[in-house]
């Protein structure tokens, strides 16, 4: 027995084998992956991020400026001048050289003053030719009236022998008549009475004819000829007045602001000599960017400062030309106007694009030239250090921008110039 029980102890032990540990497991190898990938990712922002793009700069050069919420109206700033409400331009209805001056530029002119007398010699000769041609056709018209008149006595005439004859011839023709009765003449000496008295008859009535067609026909030549001498009179008026429009008159009455003319200097048909002002109240011209056409609207407001004071304008006429990129707007003052005021004084005005509403706003200044608006360096709570960030701005006005993204309340920005920061991520500020 005790022989069988070591055999089976010595079977035994020949079966166990030695199991070898290892040097790496998983769960240190993952440890150790971590820690390198955590030593890598921290040298990447030393080398990268922290020592490269890290740049030291003077708070005291910098302009730093706190993200506000608060009211924002949209507006853009133009220049206005001032120019009376009504103003009427002195023209050269009639071109001609100028002959004498009668008032100068800056004086007051009574509506229908003579201003300005030009010379025109060929519109004088021209009403010369027509007065000469309107007497010559005023001759015709007598004439003709005048052999209208004779002629009508002349018929008339006629007609008195033709019916005396007539008269004379019928009393014989009558008394033939009861004679031829009586057979106490012949039928001859009857019949010949007859024939000449219902002769007389017909020459009568067509004398009566061709009077009356005669007199007709005078009649229409008369009448044309005074139609053509009432037309000849009318553009003889016509001319005459064109005459009368070489003296240039004050077309109400106001101030001559304006007088361009010398003496001897020749003006042309509708060329503009002066400007007469009507001091009855003033408005303000301004251009404005063809880039706010479409958002310029008759009613817009805008305002000015003067002396202290506020003035509210409105606009009330839009000139659509566009002219060296600009277009003009006419606004008219909501309320009073300023002491003093007088034409071509020129104000800085305010020209609102929107109703007033609730943003969050950012002071303007140098920055955007250099990030359009897209991002800024923003400073961190500690105010060490300031970091890029995207941002986006909307509207804007002369004093802040409107933020739409990237900023809160409260956030400090560097509203400053970036032109000397190049493409560093932080400023770390001293």
Known sequence: MAVEIEKSETRLSGMDRKIKKKKWPPAKIAIWAAGGAFILFMLYLFIFKWSRSALNVQTERLTISTVERGPFQEFIPVQGNVLPIYQHYLTAMEGGQVEEIFVLAGAEVKKGEPIVRLANTNLLLDIMWREAELFQQ????????????????????????????LQRQKRIYDRYARLIKEKLISQHEYELSKDLYEHLVRKKELTEQSMANELRFRQAQADALEQSLKRMQDNLAIVKEKQENLTVRAPVSGLLSALSVEIGQSKAPGERLGQVDVLEGFKVRAPVDELYLPRIQVGKPGEFDHAGNTYRLKINWIYPEVREGRFDVDMAFDGSEPDGITRGQTYHIRLFLSDVSEGLLLAKGGFFQSTGGNWAYVLDKSGDFAEKRRIRVGRQNTQVYEVLEGLDAGDRVITSSYESFGDIERLILK
């Open 138 to 165: 005023s001759n015709n018209l007598r004439n003709t009236r005048l052999s209208m008149e004779q002629y009508r006595l002349q018929l008339s005439q006629t007609l008195e022998d033709i019916d005396s004859e």
